[in-house]
């Protein structure tokens, strides 16, 4: 049997968050948390939700003390600031570090059991669902307003460890190439291949089936031909990245990944290397260690990225 789990609903192109505010009052929802990171606060990128919030009349409160590579203390603060303001739901705006912190918020509130953060690690028997989490990503890599994991660091013993939870994922996910649109070239290298990483592992992962194969060939073919333009600064390429990685996010959340990225977390989480750039360093190792274990998968990969003259190809 195969499982696939993905948002109750998503918004996709230029201006998509709009519908934020018509999200939450359709919901009933009163007053949300948003958490976001403050680097996107300073540069005003949170700024443009908070508009459409306060355009709606809908009070918030802002919460940002979140890192890049997300730690204990930040969701156990982000617990208690939820608590304190009395929210009824969660907007997520930025890359995987305001993400995977406001899903950990989000299952610990509604779980208190689980309120020592490292016992979500693994597959963790969490009862209820977390509370409803809005998911608006500013980078195109991750795809956390899409997946079922979250990441979390631990300081203590400079280590990451990994959640996976069906009730975690985001019940609504709101992607807008324009709140991307202030990355920098490093950035949007970096996170694209996270995204193109996640596609190629979730491809070649033994989980993987013809469902999560359509998601993955797509999204390969998507992002080999968006994310030089995207690096550039282009609007076409933008788009293209927002909707790539988001279809991988629909593969590898509900199939799995592999080697490449438990290297990446422990380089990230012990020289606190930038994830993405992490898992472009060690893929070509990676690939080239599975390349007798794929069958014919990395000749579809490179059909999918346009590379010439392979149709014919064996492989070892």
Known sequence: MNRFVLNE???HGKGAIKEIASEI???????????????LVKFGVTQKVLDILEGANISYELYTNIKPNPTIENVQTGVSA????????????????SMDTSKAIGIIANNPEFADVRSLEGV???????????AVPTTAGTAAEVT?????????????????DTNDIPVVAVVDPDMMSSMPKGLTA???????????????????????????????????????????GTPEGREGMALGQYVAGMGFSNVGLGVDHSMAHTL???YDTPHGKACAILLPTVM????????????????????????KKRYR
């Open 82 to 97: 939820f608590k304190a303001c009395k929210a009824d739901c969660i907007v997520a705006i930025g890359g995987g570090s």
């Open 268 to 270: 990230s989480a012990y």
């Open 124 to 134: 963790a028997p969490t009862k209820n669902k977390c509370v409803p989490i809005i």
């Open 9 to 11: 609903t998503s918004y």
């Open 288 to 311: 080239a260690y599975n390349a007798d274990y794929t069958g014919t998968k990395y000749r579809d990969i490179a059909i999918a990225m346009g590379v010439k003259g392979v149709e």
């Open 25 to 39: 009052q359709r919901r009933g929802f009163k007053k949300p948390l948003v958490c976001s990171d403050p680097d």
């Open 148 to 164: 079922i994991n979250y990441v979390i660091t631990d300081v203590e013993k400079k280590r990451k460890f990994v959640c996976v």
């Open 190 to 232: 970096a996170t694209g291949m996270d995204a193109l990483t996640h596609a190629i592992e979730g491809y070649i992962t033994k989980g993987a089936w013809e469902l999560s194969d359509m998601f993955h060939i797509k999204a390969i073919e998507i992002i080999a031909r968006s994310l030089r333009a995207a690096v550039e």
